[in-house]
């Protein structure tokens, strides 16, 4: 099958990579000439596990191909996917600008039926709008030629992104025609073999799906954030009653890690374009509210606690920071914890010293070069001078510490752990004092 992708960002990458490595012909488009060129030659703009590999391998069997023209990015695919970026407006709404300029473009330019699929999130009713955007040009263009819109939201996580391309629980797909299923089917066929993923639904449905998971999953985070803040109160663990809730069918063990608030580019913009759905229909979503503004004072936790432990008095002090990406594996900083915490510690007048294995490119990227924010190539030279370390990402390469070695090194014997990755009693035995999520400090 003849397959193009709109948007070569993550979801746009990811999506182009793997229907190409399951044996599509697929064309990605961007307007971003040095990346298509990057492309082409194997330069990769983010950090995905396997994604580097797959794309060098699918260019050079010519199965995955890159351009910078619409026109014959239009013209090559039947199936024309739309994976731009949808930014939050300023009231938390997402601006469909990029969306609706592709479906232009597609109308623009098609000379046959072309099925257009809504990959990018996007909020629901978009899929009509796109429609129109569609109809409308075909008319000005005077011209009759087939189409149709559906709606195959993506669940990617970040990180195993490639992987759950490949393992995803389902593929969603929301239509009006009969045309479509036939074409979705063939183009997920690869991924579909051992058992039966495919969910047709109404396009509304399936646009709303997308939403739903996510602010499911947000909700779920945000809940044990609210009650770890409760354990941290009450004298309890978090970590023992998150065992003990887990354990319940029900409940699961998943997405119930309390840490230092939710980040990255879907949940904190999904939960809000949610919401703001709900506002422009008349409906209040109070649980969506709440779920936003207990993240909000989530990432705000770590600086208190660590105001806290240095007794206020920030000024002057240098601040150790492992962990700078919303998530390991992944050099994405959208929305992180960790810049909270170091924008809040440069207001205090303090200083960060801050290691990630893959992120720190990404932060000279945003904040420059600055005196107040080392960046160093080894975790541990974060520790020369630190007066605390905080911990703000789980990366696996933090979870082994020789707590003895580490006293020495800093200057104050503080850790503040975002992520719980430490046994207590052995932290503190080698004479720091601990201070981690949802349980009880070392005061
Ligand atoms: C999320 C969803 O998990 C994907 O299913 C979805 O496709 C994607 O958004 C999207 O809409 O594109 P992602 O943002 O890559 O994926 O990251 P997650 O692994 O879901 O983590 C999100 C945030 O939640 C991270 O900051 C993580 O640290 C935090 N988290 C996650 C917790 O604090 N506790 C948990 O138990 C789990």
Partial sequence: ??????????????????????????????????????????????????????????????????????????????????????????????????????????????????????????????????????????????????????????????????????????????????????????????????????????????????????????????????????????????????????????????FIYPGCGYGGSCFPKDVQALARTASDVGYEAELLDAVESVNNRQKTHLFTKLSQALDGELQGKTIAIWGLAFKPNTDDMREAPSRKLMEAVWAAGGKVRAHDPEAMDECRRIYGERDDLALTKRRDDTLEGADALVICTEWKAFRTVDFRRLRERLTTPVIIDGRNLFDPESVRAAGLLYFAVGRADSL
């Fill in 1 to 254: 099958m003849r397959i193009t992708i709109f948007g070569t960002g993550y979801v746009g990458l990811v999506t182009g990579t793997c229907l190409a490595d399951a044996g599509h012909e697929v064309m990605c488009m961007d307007v971003d000439q040095d990346k298509i060129n990057g492309l082409k030659n194997g330069v990769v703009p983010i950090y995905e596990p396997g994604l580097e590999a797959l794309i060098k391998q699918n260019v050079a069997d010519q199965r995955l191909l890159f351009t910078t023209d619409p026109v014959e990015a239009v013209n090559f695919g039947t199936l024309q996917f739309i994976a731009v970026g949808t930014p939050p407006d300023e009231d938390g709404s997402a601006d469909l600008r990029y969306v609706l300029n592709v479906a232009d473009t597609i109308a623009t330019h098609m000379q046959a039926y072309k099925l257009v699929i809504d990959k990018s999130t996007v909020p629901v009713g978009t899929a009509d709008r796109v429609s129109g955007t569609i109809a409308r040009r075909l008319r000005q263009r005077d011209v009759d030629i087939p189409f149709d819109v559906c709606s195959n939201p993506e669940f990617l996580k970040e990180g195993s992104a490639v992987e759950d391309f490949s393992q995803g629980a389902r593929i969603v797909v929301g239509c009006d025609s009969p045309r479509v299923e036939p074409l979705m089917r063939e183009c997920y066929a690869p991924y579909n073999r051992r058992q039966e993923k495919l969910m047709f639904m109404d396009i509304r449905s399936a646009e709303l799906t997308k939403y739903a998971a996510n602010a499911m999953l947000a909700t779920k985070i945000s809940f044990m954030n609210e009650i770890s803040n409760l354990a941290e109160r009450l004298g309890a663990d978090i970590e023992n009653v998150r065992r003990g809730i887990g354990s319940d069918p029900r409940i699961g063990y998943s």
